[in-house]
């Protein structure tokens, strides 16, 4: 089983930053993209940031200049520093990965999610 964990989240004034963690966990060969996305009530997951392996990245036009998102491989997390925190930046935020790993005794390639941490940002 891979398990991601997600930390960082809290609540912060607007203006104010965030750094979120995520560290992936279980029988992993190799991790591929990693990303964050985000949740805000009654609103569809919608993508925030996404990175390769290899560092490329990509990131949401709404939050582009304010967001940097970043991986360690060797400890197989990823990283969204927040900055310039505004109130429509509030939700819960999923770390993601596709991954090779051990799934019901053989290896495979699947999608994985984290359980979610929650960011809100106060007017």
């Known amino acids: 089983q891979v398990q991601l964990v997600e930390s960082g989240g809290g609540l912060v004034q607007a203006g104010g930053s965030l750094r979120l963690s995520c560290a992936a966990s279980g029988s992993i060969s190799k991790i591929n993209a990693m990303g964050w996305y985000r949740q805000a009530p009654g609103k569809q997951r919608e993508l925030v940031a996404v990175?390769?392996?290899?560092?490329?990245?990509n990131y949401a036009d709404s939050v582009k200049g304010r967001f940097t998102i970043s991986r360690d491989n060797a400890k197989k997390s990823v990283y969204l520093q927040m900055n310039s925190l505004t109130p429509e930046d509030t939700a819960v935020y999923y770390c993601?990965?596709?991954?090779?790993?051990?799934?019901?005794?053989?290896?495979?390639?699947?999608?994985?999610w984290g359980q979610g941490t929650q960011v809100t940002v106060s007017s």
């Open positions: 990175i390769t392996s290899y560092g490329s990245t």
């Open positions: 993601n990965a596709d991954v090779v790993a051990i799934r019901a005794g053989t290896w495979a390639a699947f999608n994985s």
